[in-house]
């Protein structure tokens, strides 16, 4: 497996994995990816099994609070899943923003997304506090905007 950057001949790829992800994972346009490959192609990695996307990770340098970097999308195709994907690619984001000086990972799982959530802590993500509880899941209301809810998880960084 290779992590490489996102790069504009891997968006078909891109966007046939993260199409594997609904419901909670939506592929963006085509346009969109082309943006993250041109604009923040460093903490958008892909993992590459021969010339296949094996996973990807789109995140995002915060330019209201350069020390976060927000990670929007996660996903590893079903045939590479159990095989380090998900720690390989969040490992060159994680690396990436200690690289710039930042203090934190974070993302945002929907509060019955019970797979992911899983995932985030064994890469030692923490659930945040929020202003209720779903099944043992601290979860944020209208974090997303009105009936979009989610528990918030971060990773500090050194």
């Not at 346009?31 to 903490?43: C, I, Q, R």
């Not at 330019?63 to 970097?69: A, K, L, S, T």
């Not at 690619?89 to 509060?111: H, K």
Request: charged share 20%; proline share 6%; net charge negative.
């Amino acid at each position: 497996m290779k992590i490489t950057p996102l790069r504009q001949e891997l968006i078909p790829q891109v966007i046939a994995l993260m199409e594997l992800g609904e419901p909670y994972i939506r592929a963006r346009t085509y346009s969109d990816y082309w943006g993250y490959a041109t604009l923040f192609a460093s903490t958008c990695p892909v993992a590459l099994a021969g010339d296949d996307v094996a996973g990807a990770v789109m995140a995002f340098r915060s330019q209201e609070d350069p020390r976060d970097v927000y990670v929007q999308d996660v996903m590893t195709h079903p045939d590479h899943r159990q095989q380090g994907v998900s720690k390989a690619l969040i490992a060159a984001v994680r690396d990436q923003a200690i690289s710039w000086g930042c203090s934190r990972l974070y993302l945002t799982s929907e509060p019955d997304n019970t797979a992911a959530q899983a995932t985030w802590q064994a890469l030692g993500f923490v659930n945040v506090p929020g202003d209720r509880d779903v099944d043992g899941v601290s979860v944020t209301s209208d974090f997303k905007g009105p009936g979009k809810d989610r528990a918030v998880y971060q990773l500090d960084l050194p």
